[in-house]
């Protein structure tokens, strides 16, 4: 699996990679239409870019892809029978003001424990570069589990920052991944808002129609 594929921009990309890279792309497709096999195609592509990560020394990334294969099988479970705190089927949904800030402040919190963590305890090159994503992609699985629409612009944030940390490292097909991964999780906020539009009139009309 670690054997070279191709050379892409002079660098080798390998078997592993690839699969990865197509496992993910399927994975964030069907998360933007909201169909729930994504979650079995995000444990496969986790476990293969946790491999790859580690491989590169990004241990921040590594670590992180436990942490998806675990809220891939929650998220899934959520998807299928998860429920609102008022018994309504789990459906698209916007945080509260106070659930927003609540959001940041746990990023900000994550970024620097797991900066600190990198820094002190492994030979990271790039400790708190690699945290910073990998503290958003915790916050924007959790979000995406429960159909909050503001996971797509924390993915939006982490896929930018991705993009960065991964040309670094010389993972360039990865780097494309995330680049489309960007565009993507710009198309998810789009359709998402428009879903949420959706559901708002029609729970405004339905109990006139009761009458």
């Not at 990865?20 to 096999?37: K, M, Q, S, T, Y």
């Amino acid at each position: 699996m670690l054997e070279t594929a191709f050379t892409l921009w002079e660098a080798p990309v390998t078997w592993l990679e690839v699969i990865a890279f197509a496992l993910a792309l399927g994975c964030v497709a069907c998360n933007i239409l909201e169909i729930h096999w994504g979650w079995p195609l995000a444990i496969a592509s986790s476990a293969l870019y946790g491999w790859l990560f580690f491989a590169s020394r990004l241990y921040g990334e590594a670590g992180l892809q436990l942490f998806f294969i675990a809220t891939a099988a929650w998220g899934w479970w959520q998807w299928l029978f998860g429920r609102r705190a008022s018994g309504a089927a789990l459906a698209v949904a916007s945080l509260t003001r106070f659930g927003l800030a609540r959001a940041l402040a746990a990023w900000a919190f994550g970024w620097g424990a797991i900066g600190l963590f990198l820094a002190t305890l492994t030979d990271s090159e790039v400790p708190y570069f690699d945290a910073f994503p990998t503290a958003g992609s915790l916050l924007g699985q959790v979000l995406l589990g429960r159909k909050f629409i503001e996971n797509w612009p924390v993915w939006i944030v982490v896929n930018a920052a991705s993009v960065v940390l991964f040309a670094s490292r010389g993972l360039w097909l990865t780097t494309v991944l995330y680049a489309v991964f960007l565009v993507m999780a710009l198309a998810g906020w789009w359709r998402w808002r428009r879903v949420r539009d959706a559901i708002a009139p029609a729970k405004a009309v339905a109990p006139q129609a009761a009458t």
